[in-house]
Nanobody, 122 residues
């Protein structure tokens, strides 16, 4: 059974940092791209960052480049999102997503966590 659980959200002030974690189980973690998405109130869900199965490549949305860092630990089946210089516009529910990478696996999966709330407010 697939299980994805985000943690680390909270209330911070502008300019502060926060580290999100996502623990996964029930699928071959090391063969999946891991992604962080977010959805702010009244807005569409948007991709924040992605990391390839072995962590050799990452990509970021323009609005977080230079401020957020995605990383993963395949031994612990965990992906992280280090968020720095947070802005009020970063306020959103952040979701962890696991998506199978066809270059490394024949598995087919697209799994989501329940989300963790990040609020940036003075």
């Amino acid at each position: 059974q697939v299980h994805i659980a985000e943690s680390g959200g909270g209330l911070v002030q502008p300019g502060e940092s926060l580290r999100l974690s996502c623990a996964a189980s029930g699928f071959t973690f090391r063969r999946y791209d891991m992604n962080w998405y977010r959805r702010a109130p009244g807005k569409e869900r948007e991709l924040v960052a992605t990391i390839t199965p072995q962590g050799t490549s990452t990509d970021y949305a323009d609005f977080v480049k230079g401020r957020f860092t995605i990383s993963r630990d395949n031994h612990k089946n965990t992906v992280f999102l280090q968020m720095s210089s947070l802005k009020t516009d970063d306020t959103a529910t952040y979701y962890c997503n696991a998506r199978s990478n066809p270059l490394v696996t024949r598995e087919s999966g697209d799994y989501w966590g329940q989300g963790t709330q990040v609020t940036v407010s003075a």
